[in-house]
């Protein structure tokens, strides 16, 4: 593996996001509590702000007793936050779920049909983990079909590929970030702040654009016009 490659390729991936990026920031990049800390990427977005620590293996997390004293350091300065990125986790999607299929379009129509039924009785947090489930096998399907990722892919990295090769439009992808912090929250006993189920039709809306092919990157094309960037 090459690292240096590795850096690069999530550093782009933070740009797709808009954010402007620093790779390995000296300590002139850095404000006091953090310059001693290092880091292989500085992200920046507005008000936001992320040190970006890059492990080959979770052996690597194991062996570095400094991860917790970094993770609460930068915890505490506000609009500051640390990202750990494990580069190569095994896939541990594909055993987990080995005695599972991807669902057919059908089955997703259904999980949509589903969701709807939900939102009318307001069972909204049931409704919003069941859509994100649903999107999260519509994206994998739109990246198989056009040879973007591998199957282990994780959910945020699925945004970053298809908002990063025009899938997704900045409006889709601002939704279904927030609605994914959303959904860990929920589907990890969390109380979330509020959302509605206005939210919730985002993003079967985004479903039911991507199972029909009409992707902002065929839309350009056909047009000639490039996709927006990520840093306007």
């Known amino acids: 593996m090459d690292l240096e490659k ?7 991936q933070y740009r797709d996001e808009g954010y402007v990026v620093v790779t390995h920031p000296e300590a002139d990049h850095l ?10 990427i500085l992200a920046a977005r507005g ?7 890059i492990k080959k293996t979770r052996a690597d997390v194991e062996a570095d007793p400094t991860i917790s004293h970094r993770a609460e350091v930068i915890g505490k300065q506000p609009g500051w ?3 750990l990125i494990v580069l190569n986790e095994g896939d541990a999607f594909r055993r987990l779920t080995r ?13 949509i049909a589903e969701v709807e039924t939900l939102i009318q009785i307001n069972q909204i947090r049931s409704a919003l983990v069941i859509a994100w489930a ?17 199957p282990k892919t994780t959910p945020s990295e699925l945004l970053r590929t298809l908002y990063g090769n025009g899938i997704l439009s900045r409006k889709e992808f601002d939704l279904l970030r927030d609605t994914y912090r959303l959904r860990t929250e929920v589907v990890h006993g969390l109380v979330s702040p509020p ?10 809306a985004t479903i039911q654009r991507l199972l029909t092919g009409q992707t902002e990157h065929s839309n350009n094309q ?11």
Do not use: W
């Open 6 to 12: 590795e850096i690069e390729r999530v550093a782009q």
């Open 31 to 40: 404000p006091d509590f953090a310059a001693e800390l290092g880091a292989e």
């Open 47 to 53: 008000n936001e702000k992320a040190l970006v620590q």
């Open 81 to 83: 936050r640390y990202d």
């Open 99 to 111: 005695g599972a299929r991807e669902p057919s379009v059908q089955e997703i129509d259904r999980a």
């Open 134 to 150: 649903t999107l999260e096998a519509a994206m994998r399907r739109v990246c198989s079909d056009v040879e973007l990722c591998m």
């Open 195 to 204: 959302f509605d189920s206005l939210d919730i039709k985002g993003i079967l």
């Open 222 to 232: 056909k047009h000639g016009v490039p996709h927006e960037s990520a840093t306007h």
